[in-house]
């Protein structure tokens, strides 16, 4: 009885971390959005052909939806490099910038650039 107690304890718990497991980290490339959670499980969702980049997590445990929205162009540096890449047939050398809302089943959202910006020193 006591083993049976602690095995449905752990199976508990192990479902429990994995619906509580919150996005870490985000990577958007030019034709798919991965999204790392803090238990280390790796979601993936593709670019759709048209319309909005916006849906729900198929490869995810958790339900969580997603939406990706092009960021504004104000950085010079990266419009030179956009050029110079673009010129010499490399437009796909660079991550797109994009902002991605990830929001939870409970309503709880997170917003993520990609690539991340650096703080200079």
């Given at each position: ?54 849906g729900q997590f198929d490869t995810c445990d958790s339900p969580i ?57």
């Amino acid at each position: 009885m006591r083993k049976i107690a602690l095995i449905s304890f752990a199976l508990l718990a192990a479902c429990a971390s994995d619906q509580d497991a919150a996005p870490k980290e985000v990577r958007v490339t030019q034709d798919t959005l991965s999204v790392r959670l803090t238990n280390g499980k790796l979601c993936k969702a593709p670019r759709p052909e048209t319309g909005n980049w916006a849906g729900q997590f198929d490869t995810c445990d958790s339900p969580i939806e997603y939406r990706v929205e092009g960021v504004d162009r104000t950085n010079p540096v990266r419009i030179l490099f956009e050029e110079f890449f673009g010129a010499l047939g490399g437009e796909d050398l660079l991550l797109p910038e994009a902002r991605v809302t990830l929001t939870a089943p409970d309503g709880q959202a997170w917003v993520f650039l990609s690539p991340p910006r650096v703080k200079a020193d």
